[in-house]
C-alpha cells in the first residue's frame, strides 16, 4: 500500500514536504509519481523518479519549485514544494510501477500499477 501525507493549508509562496510511504512491500525497485487533481481537473503527474533516485522528471509548470526525491531505506519517496501558488490546490497522491530499468520514470497517468490515498493541498492567497 500506498500512503500520501504531508499536505495542509498554506499561504501563497510556502512550502510543504508530501511524504510516501509504502508498507507491505518494497518500493525500492519502484519508479514511483506524483501526481494531483484539482476539483474539475483532470489528474496530471507532477513529478516523477526512478527506482535509482538517479532520474527524474518534472512537469514544467511545477519546475523548478518542486523536486522528487526518495529514501529507499525508508521506503518513502518525497516531494518538496516551494514558491506553492493557488493553482497548486489539488489532491495529491503517489503512484507506483515495479520497472526493471533504475533509470526509468513516466510521466503518463495510465503507466502506473499502484496508487496509494491522496493528500489534501491548499494553497490560500
Known amino acids: 500500500q500506498l500512503q500520501a501525507s504531508g499536505g495542509g493549508l498554506v499561504q501563497v509562496g510556502g512550502s510543504l514536504r508530501l511524504s510516501c510511504a509504502a508498507s507491505?512491500?518494497?518500493?525500492?525497485?519502484?519508479?514511483v509519481g506524483w501526481s494531483r487533481q484539482a476539483p474539475g481537473k483532470e489528474c496530471e503527474i507532477v513529478a516523477a523518479?526512478?527506482?535509482?533516485?538517479?532520474?527524474?522528471y518534472s512537469a514544467d509548470f511545477v519546475k523548478g519549485r518542486f523536486t522528487i526525491s526518495r529514501d529507499n531505506a525508508k521506503n518513502t519517496v518525497y516531494l518538496q514544494m516551494n514558491s506553492l501558488k493557488p493553482e497548486d490546490t489539488a489532491v495529491y497522491s503517489c503512484?507506483?510501477?515495479?520497472?526493471?530499468?533504475?533509470?526509468?520514470?513516466?510521466?503518463?497517468?495510465?503507466?502506473?500499477?499502484?496508487w496509494g490515498q491522496g493528500t489534501q493541498v491548499t494553497v490560500s492567497s
Open positions: 523518479i526512478s527506482w535509482s533516485g538517479g532520474f527524474t
Open positions: 507491505g512491500r518494497t518500493i525500492s525497485r519502484y519508479a
Open positions: 503512484a507506483a510501477r515495479n520497472v526493471y530499468s533504475g533509470s526509468a520514470y513516466f510521466r503518463n497517468i495510465v503507466d502506473y500499477d499502484y
